[in-house]
Structures are given as C-alpha cells and as structure tokens.
C-alpha cells in the first residue's frame, strides 16, 4: 500500500486565500491486501457426522457420516484492492472544516460456486476463485467548531455517504433471485403499483 498527499495551501501560489482558506489538501492512496474473512475449511473435504431423526432398532437415534463436500484444491484468498481519493478543507480559522472522499474497493478472485456442475453430481458445486465485486462511493464530512470567550464551546459533525457493490464476475445466471453479472448488492425486485 501507500498514500501521498499534498498540502496545497501552504504553496507561495494560495497566500492570498489565508484569511478565509486556512487549510487545502489533496490526499490519493492504494492498497492491496488478501482478504481472509472467509472460512477456513475450505480445502478440506470435510464429511460431516451427527446423529439423525431417525431411531435405530435399540431405540436410539442414529449416527450418521455424510459424503465430503467437493473442494478445489487451488483456493486462496481473496485479493482486495482499495484506491482513494481525497480533499480536506479548513476555512475561518478551522471554524469549519470540509472533508471529502471518493472510493474505490475491487475483490477479485472472489469465493463463489465452480459453474458447469451438472445437477447429477451429488454434491453442492466447489467454492473457488472464480468472481468479482466492485464497490464504488463517496463520503462527505462537515464539522463546525467555535469556543465562546468564556471557554464553552460548540462542535458540530455531520456526515452523508452513499456506496454501490456490484458483482462483476459471479457465471452466467441469469435468475433474478440468485447472484448473477450485473447484480447490484441489497437490490429489490417487487411489483410496480399504480395508487
């Protein structure tokens, strides 16, 4: 990862900004990390076991072994890479104080179900590598701050964001109730009313 920024008010350029504009800076970064936050089981065939509803000859419920899941044995993490792109502004002496970000976060080779499974296979489809998201947004921050000259003082912060994660990469399902190309994260689908 890294990040730079830019304090373009202290430049010889903006000095005449100093009684309104105290403070300008740009600030742009990237990263890239394995995202781990999926189960770590993945590799392995487990069978699983417990005791069924059914009841054995000796009155006892029965045991029971499954069939172990289908795996990919090339699994790995998922790789997350977040870009950003921000602007802090400080005005009236830092009275009021703007921040502003816009954001971008990919995962890819997002853990989803191997395509091409045919339904007679037996099993749940593998979970491997194989998708994509996209998540795009913004964030704005305004703060107010002001000290009274009897020391009391007043801050105020308020902050409005809005993001969209879209599955870029997920086969080629088409249902509308089940993850497909396109899919924006949290859509509704329902009936269109007229009164």
Not at 22 to 49: A, E, T
Not at 87 to 101: C, E
Not at 105 to 116: C, F, K, L, S
Not at 141 to 164: C, M, P, Q, W
């Amino acid at each position: 990862s890294f990040s730079a920024g830019w304090v373009a008010s202290e430049e010889r350029f903006m000095e005449w900004t100093k009684p309104v504009l105290n403070s300008l800076k740009f600030r742009v970064s990237w990263g890239s990390i394995g995202d781990q936050s999926v189960p770590n089981n993945l590799y392995l065939p487990v069978m699983p076991n417990g005791q069924s509803t059914w009841i054995g000859a000796n009155g006892q419920r029965v045991f029971f072994v499954g069939t172990p899941a289908a795996i990919d044995a090339n699994i790995q993490w998922q790789d997350v890479v977040t870009k950003n792109f921000g602007v802090d502004i400080g005005l009236l002496k830092n009275k009021v104080n703007i921040s502003f970000d816009i954001f971008e976060r990919n995962t890819d080779n997002m853990i989803v179900p191997q395509e091409g499974i045919p339904v007679t296979f037996g099993a749940p489809a593998p979970l491997g590598n194989y998708g994509s998201l996209k998540t795009e947004g913004w964030e704005l921050t305004v703060e107010y701050n002001h000290r009274f000259k009897n020391g009391l003082g007043i801050n105020l912060r308020g902050n409005v964001s809005d993001a969209r994660s879209i599955l870029t990469s997920y086969g080629s399902g088409t249902q509308v109730n089940l993850n497909y190309n396109g899919k924006e994260i949290g859509e509704i689908y329902g009936y269109r009313t007229d009164r």
